[in-house]
């Protein structure tokens, strides 16, 4: 069972629902915390709304779209984007004026190649993706996964350094660096961020030295799942890798997984990695991940720190873990934090 007030957070957040591209058919499926969704686009207004058709209950994911309107798979109900009103019954007489019923929609945002939509009023805005939208850059997205895991079990994973030389042999080879230097992680409201430095060992991505040997990763967090990592190579070249964990069960036991992955020009020109490799790259090192996070106990990580052992490695995972409670408590007292966060 969720925590009542770790609802209220969520219900409040910036959640993806479909990647952009997904978009060109015009009609998709979403889902947030177990509320089925219809994500549709017509001239440019991109809407997110209750998949069920207000007439019968039909999925609206398997409309189409028709005389730039969402039609209803069922009995052809045309309902128009933004406000998602029902504009056209054909069953009715031409002319006739349809019955006043409109489809439920949500806050929607369209931005870092994905759609995303808030169940409620937002506690806190989307945040900022560092890197996105630069000149010279190209950008690959994930191809959306499910996964037996909760929401922060899969935010904690992503920001593991730990656990490269045992999980990713096959990608990053064998000789990772193990020992994680002591880092200090910064805070910024609910925003988390720190620096490591980590060495592949020189045989990642086909042996491309300049690429897999001295690395700086520089971590970000905004609560309560909304991560990045900048990859900065010796031998000049960045690179980000962006996880978005939307949670797709009303208890939290499932979520659905976005990522993006972006180069620079020294990456793609200098060292000769284009973005379809790097997004392979980047795949793999996924598909290698979700079997740990599938069969994790418990399925949730545990926000009592006590609930689990830690050494100096996992300092992002205590304090994360801390500074989600101490959201959770705030939100009793102040329903909306859009205008900002204490330290």
């Keep these: ?26 009609v998709i499926a979403g889902n947030i915390l177990g509320r089925a969704l219809v994500v549709y686009r017509v001239d440019g207004v991109t809407t997110v709304a209750d998949a069920a058709c207000p007439h019968r209950g039909a999925a609206l994911p398997m409309g189409r779209i028709r005389e730039g309107a969402l039609e209803c798979p069922y009995h052809g109900w045309l309902f128009s984007a933004g406000s998602g009103r029902c504009v056209e019954v054909p069953s009715l007489p031409e002319g006739a004026r349809p019955p006043r019923v409109a489809l439920r929609t949500y806050p929607t945002r369209e931005t870092y190649g994905h759609v995303w939509a808030c169940l409620g009023e937002p506690v806190l805005p ?4 560092a890197d996105w939208a630069v000149p010279g850059w190209q950008y690959g997205f994930g191809v959306p996964t499910d996964l037996a895991c909760g929401m922060r079990q899969l935010t904690e994973n992503f920001r593991d350094m730990a656990h490269f ?21 910064e805070r910024d409201g609910y925003e988390l961020r720190w620096t490591l430095g980590t060495d592949l060992g020189g045989s990642a991505l086909n042996g491309n030295t300049p690429l897999a040997t001295g690395q700086t990763l520089t971590y970000h967090l905004a609560l309560p799942m909304f991560t990045y990592i900048r990859t900065r190579f010796p031998d000049g070249g960045r690179r980000l890798v962006a996880q978005f964990a939307t949670p797709i069960t009303a208890d939290g036991d499932r979520v659905r997984q976005f990522w993006v992955v972006g180069i620079d020009e020294v990456v793609a020109t200098t060292h ?9 790259y980047e795949r793999q090192i996924f598909a290698e991940d979700h079997p740990i996070v599938e069969n994790q106990w418990p399925a949730e990580a545990p926000l009592d720190v006590h609930a ?32 900002g966060a204490s330290r």
Excluded: C, K
Aim: aromatic letters at 8%.
């Design 165 to 185: 030389p045992f999980v990713h042999t096959e990608t990053m080879g064998h000789n990772v660096r193990r020992e994680v230097a002591p880092y200090h992680v």
């Design 308 to 339: 689990q052992a830690h050494t100096r490695a996992d300092r992002y995972g205590i304090v994360y873990r801390q500074v989600y409670l101490e959201l959770l408590d705030r939100l009793v007292r102040e329903p909306s934090l859009t205008g």
């Design 126 to 129: 989307l945040p900022t993706l």
């Design 1 to 26: 069972m969720m925590d009542p007030r770790e609802r209220t957070l969520l219900e409040g957040t910036w959640f993806p629902v479909a990647r952009s591209e997904d978009l060109t058919g015009g």
């Design 272 to 280: 000769g990695v284009s973005i379809e490799e790097m997004w392979e």
